[in-house]
């Protein structure tokens, strides 16, 4: 049996398309949103996403608002276009592109932004509104990955759900998010100091594969009915993307999420309901 897919780039353009009524419904109270992004350095990969949430956002009518900082830039040189970001009535939501440079400490940077303005839900008040049930913007992938599942109709309450990954924007929240009582899943956290990975993957019913290792999950691991989102990003030698999921996990699975085509687009569409809920509360609606 070969795997349905769960296609992030079909769902992310029915968001987009409700959001356009939404921002429409904002200018026409005077609200224009703004979408920031601070990007430091000249990594391909990164300055290709923020290319494509800008597209994103301008697709939709908010207006983009763009600060570049070359890689050799000081602590003091990001954290005053924070600052600048967070004084500025135009932008009514932004991000700091991850990861940044080498030397840069990220967390002081984050720190500083006002979380009213965080678009990608990491700021720390944010992430500890999370852990303690009150509303907060979410990180942008593991919100895109609960959409992608709910809009297919896989069962995320009572499932075993494996997540492979720590990092700060999918691996640490993703458990956060499915184990509020709205989505009731059973999560174990895989990572690098997982002893016997296979073991774990065999008993999932549900696969997030945030490593950035190509081909982690092999055919063999996968238990059959699950399904498998293929998050982690590695880049072959022409640059064409190797995700965390070997292709023959098709065979396996019941639902894939393909990398590209899955959870990347539905995290720049959770990007973009960020922007609009947080012009929203700032407009009083
Ligand atoms: N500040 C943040 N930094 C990073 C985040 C984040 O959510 N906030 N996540 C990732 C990268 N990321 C967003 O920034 C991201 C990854 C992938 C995609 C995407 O649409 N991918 C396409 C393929 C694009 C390609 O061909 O290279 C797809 O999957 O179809 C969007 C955003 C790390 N940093």
Redesign the pocket.
Known sequence: MTAQILD?KATAAAIKADLTTRVEALKARGCTPGLGTVLVGEDV?SQ??VA?KHRDSQQIGINSIQRELPASASQEAVEAVVRELNEDPACTGY????PLPGGIDANRVLGLMDPAKDA?G?HPTNLGRLVLGEEAPL???PAGVIRLLRQYGVQIAGAEVVVIGRGV?IGRPMPLLLTRRSENATVTQCHTGTRDLAAHLRRADIVIAAAGVPHLVKPEDVKPGAAVLDVG?SRDEHGK?VGDVHPGVREAAAWVAP???????M??AQLLVNVVEAAERSAGS
């Open positions: 992030g990969g290709k996403y494509g991000l700091v592109q991850l990608d990491l990180p942008c992938t924007t990003v993307i990398n590209p085509g899955g959870v990347g687009p995290t720049r």
